[in-house]
Nanobody, 129 residues
Framework: EVQLQASGGGLVQVGGSLRLSCAAS????????IGWFRQTPGKGREGVSA????????YYAPSAKGRFTISSDSAGKTIYLQMNSLKPEDTAVYYC??????????????????????RGQGTQVTVSS
């Protein structure tokens, strides 16, 4: 059974930083990507960032590029999302997820599908203005 334990959310002011962590266990896929998607009542779900365990390929949503950095430990079982220059529109519940499709290239661009079935419990990030 895939288990993903996320932590690190909280309340931060505009321009501040947060670091999310996700510890994975029970993942039996040979190759997969692990990362984050976020969900808000108004905007639905959005893939934020992911890293492939095979080759370290990464995905960043356009909204995250230049502000967020994803990294993992050497075993690929714990990942981190360093979020800087946070904006009110980053407010959401952030879910850690894995996907056996990895971070494939589609039309030359990386894609993060985030299999909704394999997600953690979510951590709230609130950015106040």
């Amino acid at each position: 059974e895939v288990q993903l334990q996320a932590s690190g959310g909280g309340l931060v002011q505009v321009g501040g930083s947060l670091r999310l962590s996700c510890a994975a266990s029970g993942v039996t896929f040979d190759d997969y990507a692990i990362g984050w998607f976020r969900q808000t009542p108004g905007k639905g779900r959005e893939g934020v960032s992911a890293i492939a365990t095979t080759d370290g390929s990464t995905y960043y949503a356009p909204s995250a590029k230049g502000r967020f950095t994803i990294s993992s430990d050497s075993a690929g079982k714990t990942i981190y999302l360093q979020m800087n220059s946070l904006k009110p529109e980053d407010t959401a519940v952030y879910y850690c997820a894995v996907d056996p499709r990895g971070v494939p290239l589609v039309a030359g661009s990386p894609v993060w599908y985030y299999d909704y079935e394999y997600r953690g419990q979510g951590t709230q990030v609130t950015v106040s203005s």
